[in-house]
Structure formats: structure tokens, C-alpha cells
């Protein structure tokens, strides 16, 4: 399959109701792809970034969503019409929430947000070759004791 076909992208409201609808979508074109070896560590990242989307920008926040795979990577992008680059915490073991960012750079080869014209762009990159399951498990925190500015993102100029 040539790498020019391996391109997806969809539009959407950043509700939870629709996080499994589209989590359904990214795992099929995955599978047509052959790369269903990286679905869940997928998965996770994308619903980690459309529950930031939902939480920070709005609860009916439009966004994009777009799939790129190549030789060996395969790229995950979701726009939104906000400005504001994401920032990642440190939370306390106890906390609910604010790990999102976390888990997205445990699970990827690397991670960033740039601006755009009408927003911002957060992706992340996942090795197409597949992870064993022991080291994708451990890499995934539980709880994070980070200094500050260890999880910044890459900044495109």
C-alpha cells in the first residue's frame, strides 16, 4: 500500500459521547493498513488529546483529527480553533485528572503542539514496528514525578 493512500481525517465535536464512535474508525483504518500492532497505544493517545480538546477549549469545541502512516511511522494530529499550547503537569498521585499529556509521551516516539492560523495542532508519533507488550505496560505511568519543563513539547518555528 502505497504511503500517499495511508491518510485519513475527520471532523468532529470534542464530546465523549463520539470518543468511541471514533476510536471505532481510527481502529479499522489501522487494521486496513496493517497496523493494528499500534492500536491501543493509538487509541489511548487520541483520546487522551480529543478529552483535552473537550476540557479545555469547550465541550463543543470543533476539532480535526488526521492519520498519516509512512515506512515507519505513523502521525497523529488533532486541531482545534484555540491558541493555547497545551501544558503538561506533574499531578499529585491522588489527582483525577492532569495526567493526559503524560501518558501521550510514555506512549510515543515523541509528542509536540504548534500554532496555526486558526488554532493550535497537537500530535504525536507511534513507531508503526511493533512494541512488546511488557515495555509498552511500563512505560505507562501511574504516577508522575517530573521537574519542571521535562515534558514540554516539541515547538515547530
Known amino acids: 500500500m502505497e504511503d500517499m493512500d495511508r491518510r485519513y481525517e475527520l471532523r468532529l465535536t470534542a464530546e465523549p459521547s463520539r470518543f468511541a464512535v471514533v476510536r471505532r474508525i481510527v481502529q479499522a483504518h489501522l487494521r486496513h493498513w496493517h497496523l493494528a500492532a499500534v492500536t491501543d497505544q493509538t487509541l489511548l493517545g487520541i483520546t487522551e488529546l480529543l478529552a483535552n480538546v473537550y476540557q479545555h477549549v469547550g465541550p463543543t ?23 493555547d499550547l497545551p501544558q503538561a503537569r506533574s499531578p499529585e498521585p491522588l489527582d483525577s485528572g492532569g495526567r493526559g499529556l503524560s501518558i501521550v509521551a510514555a506512549l510515543c ?22 512494541v512488546p507488550a511488557p515495555a509498552l505496560l511500563a512505560a505507562v505511568p501511574l504516577a508522575v514525578d517530573v521537574p519542571a519543563g521535562a515534558l514540554e513539547p516539541v515547538l515547530a518555528d
Open 61 to 83: 469545541a470543533p476539532c480535526t483529527l488526521r492519520l498519516r502512516a509512512d515506512t515507519d511511522t505513523l502521525t497523529v494530529e488533532v486541531c482545534d480553533n484555540s491558541p
Open 109 to 130: 516516539k515523541e509528542w509536540g503542539a504548534q500554532l496555526a492560523d486558526t488554532g493550535k495542532t497537537v500530535w504525536f508519533t507511534v513507531a508503526t514496528s511493533p
